[in-house]
């Protein structure tokens, strides 16, 4: 079992699932920073100073050391937007990605050009029509 496993984790289709995993970590966190902190301030600030991440609606208000009970559709809209710019993204990735591999692919080679068996027997056969 030990040996199948070590084939397995060994194969690079699974090491680049891995790094791709990593990678897009690590870029969910710089758009949801471009989101957060470059983005959604100016769009805030267009619209009276809002801040996004702090929209709510409250549905019970706090009550001693009871917290309040928020819908926080502010931060709800920060994600989508994040959700958004990464969906972009990956598509703009995947159409350069895409593009380099057709260019990369080698074009079919044309047919062959028939044989001398085969250029002997459309003879024949086209002695045979004749008749």
Same mark, same amino acid.
């Given at each position: 079992m030990i040996k199948e496993f070590k084939e397995? !984790? $060994? %194969?690079g289709s699974?090491? #680049? @699932? !891995?790094?791709?995993? /990593?990678?897009? =970590? !690590?870029i =969910? %966190?710089?758009? $949801? $920073?471009? +989101? #957060?902190?470059? /983005?959604m301030p100016p769009i805030g600030m267009l619209m009276s100073? +809002? #801040?996004f991440s702090d929209l709510s609606l409250t549905l019970k208000? !706090? +009550?001693?050391e009871e917290p309040a009970v *928020? /819908?926080?559709y502010g931060a709800f809209l920060n994600t989508v937007i994040t959700f @958004? /710019?990464?969906a972009v993204c990956i598509f703009m990735l995947l159409k350069v990605v895409n593009g380099m591999r057709k260019r990369n692919e080698t074009p079919p080679a044309p047919p062959a050009g028939p044989t001398k068996e085969?250029? *002997? *027997?459309?003879e024949i056969r086209d002695a045979l029509r004749a008749k």
């Open positions: 397995f !984790a $060994s %194969k699974v090491i #680049d @699932l !891995a790094v791709g995993v /990593i990678i897009g =970590g !690590a =969910g %966190k710089v758009v $949801s $920073s471009l +989101v #957060d902190d470059v /983005i100073g +809002v #801040d208000a !706090a +009550v001693g *928020l /819908i926080r @958004l /710019i990464v085969e250029v *002997l *027997l459309t």
